[in-house]
């Protein structure tokens, strides 16, 4: 089997991704999705300064099964000293491939020039890419966004300021800053980027179904399709299967099999807690009573949310 496509020298098999998103993007559901068909991995982000400070908690997100591979762990900051000083450390853990985060538009993020305030600073992103490019011996790689805001998509000037400083692919969501995630994502100006650049781009925004991935790689012209927030509701779109497609035992065992997962790495109850927002966007299709689905998604107790778990799959 051919590679689809590569990372500088690193073969990726797939042409869907699931994408980096915070509070979700955690070991259990990246090897999920990755069991499913994802054709890589990428990390939250994870903030520079935890790393250079060693974060207590650090170690939940650089923590990867190896079945996870090509694994991509996402950085971001606002310094270029301190992500080169965070990336040399985190290139010991072992990733394939670090990435820049250039597209986060939260407020705690962007606003104080990293993530997607980065776009306000080109001349800063070229440092950053051309030192990281230098310093490791891994690939690097950004997910950036249209711009700051309409007046600002300056998002052709940045790609080949990354390709030119040494960047190995670029991912880019459709949308600028001040979109966040409102609005259409604009597949035009994606498609600009995969014409502008020679490297791989991945492609990410709106792709809510089977179809979409393949509308996505045909407006666009793009290697790979990201997906995000459908993802959470249907992560069996890397299978290419749409939500109503996929058997309630399918659902079933797969809660199981990412509940175990979230307990073995969070331990309890904080493995349970991060697992019942997964389990809420899971079940939506089954129209839960409000007092059922209470008690399932503030129960304390693993048995007694297996329990209920169980007794869902029994009448559906």
Not at 178 to 186: E, F, K, L, N, S
Not at 191 to 202: D, G, H
Not at 264 to 284: D, I, N, S
Not at 285 to 297: I, K, N, S, V
């Amino acid at each position: 089997m051919l590679p689809t496509f590569h990372i500088r020298e690193i073969p990726i098999y797939g042409d869907v991704v699931l994408a980096p998103m915070d509070g979700y993007s955690d070991l259990p559901f990246r090897s999920i999705c990755r069991e499913l068909g994802s054709a890589a991995s990428y990390t939250e982000f994870i903030n520079a300064i935890d790393v250079v400070y060693s974060h207590p908690r650090l170690h939940e997100r650089v923590r990867f099964s190896p079945q996870e591979r090509p694994l991509i762990f996402q950085i971001f900051d606002n310094n270029p000293e301190r992500i080169l000083q965070a990336a040399l450390r985190l290139q010991e853990y072992g990733p394939d491939v670090i990435d820049v985060n250039l597209g986060c538009s939260a407020r705690g993020v962007s606003g104080r020039g990293a993530g997607a305030g980065l776009l306000r600073a080109p001349e800063k992103i070229a440092e950053i890419f051309s030192r990281l490019t230098r310093a490791l011996s891994v690939p690097v790689t950004a997910k950036i966004r249209l711009g700051w805001d309409r007046s600002t998509r300056n998002y052709l000037e940045v790609a080949r300021i990354i390709e030119q400083n040494g960047g190995a692919l670029i991912a880019v969501h459709g949308r600028t800053r001040q979109q966040a995630y409102t609005g259409a994502a604009d597949w035009d100006a994606i498609a600009e980027v995969r014409q502008a650049v020679s490297v791989p781009v991945i492609g990410n925004g709106d792709v809510r179904t089977v179809a979409d991935i393949e509308r996505m790689k045909a407006h666009t012209g793009c290697h790979a399709v990201m997906i995000g927030r459908a993802a959470v509701d249907n992560p069996w779109i890397f299978s290419r299967l749409d939500r109503e497609q996929v058997p309630p035992e399918t659902v079933h065992h797969t809660l199981l099999r990412q509940l175990q997962r979230s307990l073995e790495l969070y331990g309890q109850p904080h493995g349970l807690v991060v697992m019942r927002k997964f389990a809420a966007r899971y079940l939506k299709p089954y129209g839960l009573e409000a007092d059922f689905r209470r008690r399932l998604l503030t129960t304390q107790q693993p048995d007694e949310f297996i329990g209920l778990l169980n007794s869902i799959f029994d009448v559906v």
